[in-house]
């Protein structure tokens, strides 16, 4: 098995040796063996594919996903992978078919029941896709499933349906802070704002270490007019957060928009020297002349 193992490295390692050297028909060669030495790693079967893609063979690659689930029907890249091929030639049927197929294998995989939902609404089935996230909810719930479930809603326009499925999925999935951030910005959009910042605060509860919710309340509480709320907010997101350079990003910024020095930017330079995110924001703050000079100190980290 280890000689097994070992072969199977050094065939990949040369396929992607002669595939960089633009030598397709040798590299085709040695997929194509590894494949049938190996059916039961799917990971073979996707470098075949994304080889075959990568060279515009289209008849190829799906020929090569169709071989490679029926080797491995419980690899949702791969289906995932056919279905997308498929529907870039425009054939919803025949794309509606794979992913039937791949629910077959993967009933409670929430990234195909995902993808069929998408293709619905790419196909402007907006009916069919409520009724396959209905079935999603029943068959494979998660948060992932109950947000974009909301969202459908969402770009239906239809809030009330919205609010009870974030209601519903939070009920359930309250550690899916996607659900949180979610729930807040319908209330926002409903000029619900007490309701929005209870959302945003029960979130930060739930999920002590998700910055995007701290960032939302506070630029909830500065939208409010309250520069001072909002700063406090974003400080106790820092103590639990140290390190999170979008919390410290949200900070320097607030501190700019309220001319209050650049304090808070060597501040969070200091705990995140190696942020590019930071770094940026610094030498944006230089003037012209200094930004050259400004843009080398990192390298010297």
């Known amino acids: 098995d280890t000689d097994k193992v070992d072969w199977k490295n050094v065939w990949k390692a040369d ?16 997929y194509s063996n590894l494949v049938e030495t190996f059916p039961a790693d799917s990971s073979l079967w996707l470098s075949y594919a994304v080889f075959q893609k990568r060279l515009g063979r289209t008849a190829e690659v799906n020929s090569v996903l169709k071989r490679a689930v029926g080797y491995c ?20 049927d025949k794309c509606r078919e794979i992913l039937a197929q791949a629910f077959q294998s993967n009933p409670n995989s929430d ?21 396959l996230m209905t ?13 974009k ?39 926002e959009r409903q000029s619900k704002i007490d309701d929005a910042r209870k959302s945003y605060s029960d979130g930060a509860r739930q999920c002590p270490n998700v910055a995007a919710l701290c960032i939302g309340l506070a630029t909830l509480e500065e939208r409010q007019g309250s520069p ?12 639990r957060m140290p390190k999170d350079e979008d919390l410290w990003l949200a900070s320097v910024r607030l ?13 969070a330079l200091k705990e995140c020297p190696s942020s590019g995110l930071l770094w940026a924001e610094a030498i944006e703050t230089e003037s012209r002349p200094r930004q050259k000079a400004r843009s080398l100190t990192p390298l010297n980290i």
Do not use: C
């Open 228 to 239: 001072a709320k909002a700063r406090a907010v974003l400080e106790r997101g820092r103590q």
């Open 15 to 30: 396929a992607e040796t002669a595939d960089a050297q633009h030598r397709p028909i040798t590299a085709d060669a040695i």
């Open 111 to 131: 990234a195909i029941w995902i993808a069929a939902v998408q293709l619905e609404v790419r196909s402007g089935q907006l009916d069919r896709a409520r009724i």
């Open 73 to 92: 029907p419980l690899a949702e890249e791969l289906w995932l992978m056919a279905a997308k091929e498929v529907w870039g030639t425009g054939d919803v």
């Open 149 to 187: 479930s909301a969202l459908l809603e969402r770009q239906a326009g239809a809030p009330d349906a919205e609010a009870a499925l974030l209601k519903e999925g939070l009920q359930s999935f309250p550690e899916y802070w996607k659900l949180w951030l979610m729930q807040a910005q319908l209330y």
């Open 135 to 147: 079935r999603a909810r029943k068959q494979a719930a998660s948060g992932r499933i109950f947000m």
């Open 255 to 267: 501190e700019k928009r309220n001319e209050a020095g650049p304090s808070m930017l060597a501040r």
